[in-house]
């Protein structure tokens, strides 16, 4: 069955550096999500994608992060500067459709740990 | 602002009985509501989805119901399995693809 792929499953960096978090959707998805789930709390939406450009970002998605699809398979969300509260995991979504109604499919997750 | 409430509680049961998982919302007219399964370390994963238009839908040994004028959702596990412990999202979608998630609620299923 095709499922949604991240690397790596875990991630530690120290406060100040650029990480990039991957992500490989489903290969006839076109729409995709990047999601956070703070350790305890709930999955939280950051932003969707589609026809390359975002969609709709949460105000948690600040000039910090960034996201780019730079080949046909691979989706990244890029943190510029790591605080130490971006800490959590991090899920890749992908869909097939858009709108209310699509069923999205989430990857294993990135644990990102800030030091 | 949005609130969507699950019982933080977890909801123990034994083997064989039905599990009910409640979801609230409010200041919310979503279209259609989501409920997803999460094992822990591990990311969502669909189980069912309801709209705004229907009561109940029914998916094998799971069933949803979603009332708009109560602005609630309930979510039925009959016959339950040890197998069936995890924790389970109530997730809503308006216009819009993405998904607000509820905190969870977890169930562990017992012999």
């Known amino acids: 069955e095709p499922e949604v792929t991240q690397t790596p499953s875990h991630q530690v960096t120290q406060m100040g550096q650029e990480v990039i978090l991957r992500c490989v959707p489903i290969?006839?998805?076109?729409?995709f999500y990047w999601y956070r789930q703070i350790l305890g709390q709930k999955v939280e939406f950051l932003v969707s994608?589609?026809?390359?450009?975002?969609?709709?970002k949460s105000e948690i998605f600040d000039d910090q992060f960034s996201v780019e699809r730079p080949d046909g398979s691979n989706f990244t969300l890029k943190i510029r500067s790591t605080k130490l509260e971006d800490s959590a995991m991090y899920f890749c979504?992908?869909?097939?459709?858009?709108?209310?109604?699509?069923?999205?499919?989430f990857g294993a997750g990135t644990r990102l740990s800030v030091l | 602002s949005q609130k969507i409430e699950q019982n933080s509680e977890a909801l123990n049961i034994q083997e064989g009985k039905t599990a009910t998982l409640t979801c609230n919302y409010t200041?919310?007219?979503?279209?259609?509501l989501q409920w997803y399964r999460q094992d822990p370390g591990r990311g969502p994963v669909f189980l069912l989805l309801?709209?705004?238009?229907?009561k109940e839908k029914r998916k094998e040994r799971l069933k949803v119901t979603f009332d708009t004028t109560l602005k609630q959702s309930l979510f039925h596990i009959t016959a339950s399995q040890p197998a069936d412990s995890a924790t389970y999202l109530c997730?809503?979608?308006?216009?819009?693809?993405?998904?607000?998630f509820g905190t969870g609620t977890r169930l562990q299923v017992t012999l």
């Open positions: 979504a992908s869909s097939e459709e858009g709108g209310p109604s699509n069923i999205q499919y």
């Open positions: 290969s006839n998805h076109l729409y």
């Open positions: 994608f589609y026809n390359n450009e975002i969609s709709e």
């Open positions: 200041n919310y007219s979503p279209a259609y």
């Open positions: 309801i709209r705004e238009n229907e």
């Open positions: 997730a809503l979608a308006g216009t819009a693809s993405k998904l607000t």
